[in-house]
């Protein structure tokens, strides 16, 4: 069975810094992967996605994450973090049944921002 | 293009009643997908729909269920509430062709129950 690990519950970064959000995913075949951030009381919004095609994928907001299929690995980056960033950050990946489709989540990175 | 909506936003329920939730998918997308979020599980997979049919289901006991309409438009239901119940249900829609593997959010209902 699919699953994906987020090994950092929480991590606090000063605004301005680089950040690094870890994924580890576990699934049989080629993997479509996703990060997603949801803001307190709101849905989840799609940062950026991987199905195929260049292990490393930009997204919205400046996030960029890269593939590693040997370290079954999918970690979320971003150069210079603002404080509006400040979030819970989940990874994804998408598991298929024939033409059924779910996405298994990460048990998601809470991002703290200092000023 | 809209995005996905649901309502009600949030929901005050006791235990041992029902509840029915509603979710429009993005125009043109005929998949919707259900999720409970919890503090202690995490997101979990519900069901997921299709023109109008029931294509993957989650581990979840019967009293949860849903339905989708020809507008692609679709609800969940959930009899006998249950204190374990409470949790942000979101809704998520995409495509649904083949190649396309994205799914976008609401932003959810919040479920209380007493």
């Known amino acids: 069975a699919q699953s994906v690990t987020q090994p950092d519950i929480h991590i606090t970064v000063s605004e301005g810094a680089s950040l690094e959000l870890r994924c580890n995913y576990s699934?049989?075949?080629?993997?479509?992967l996703f990060w997603y951030v949801q803001s307190p009381g709101q849905g989840l919004q799609l940062l950026l996605k991987?199905?195929?095609?260049?292990?490393l994928v930009q997204g919205i907001k400046g996030f960029e994450a890269e593939f590693k299929r040997s370290q079954s690995s999918f970690n979320l980056r971003k150069p210079s973090v603002h404080w509006s960033d400040a979030a819970e950050y989940f990874c994804?990946?998408?598991?298929?049944?024939?033409?059924?489709?779910?996405?298994?989540f990460g048990s998601g990175t809470q991002l703290t921002v200092l000023p | 293009k809209a995005g996905v909506t649901q309502t009600p936003r949030y929901l005050i329920k006791t235990r041992g009643q029902q509840v029915t939730l509603s979710c429009s998918p993005i125009?043109?997308?005929?998949?919707v997908s259900w999720y409970q979020q919890t503090p202690g599980q995490g997101l979990q997979f519900l069901f997921e729909?299709?023109?109008?049919?029931?294509?993957n289901k989650g581990n979840f006991p019967g009293r949860f269920s849903g339905r989708q309409f020809s507008n692609s438009r679709s609800e969940m239901n959930v009899s006998t509430l249950e204190l374990g119940d409470s949790a942000l249900y979101l809704c998520a829609s995409s495509s649904g062709q083949v190649n396309s593997y994205e799914q976008y959010f609401g932003p959810g209902t919040r479920l209380t129950v007493t």
């Open positions: 991987y199905f195929s095609g260049d292990t």
């Open positions: 729909y299709f023109s109008e049919t029931q294509r």
């Open positions: 994804a990946v998408a598991s298929f049944s024939g033409s059924a489709r779910q996405l298994t």
């Open positions: 125009s043109g997308h005929r998949s």
């Open positions: 699934y049989g075949a080629t993997p479509y």
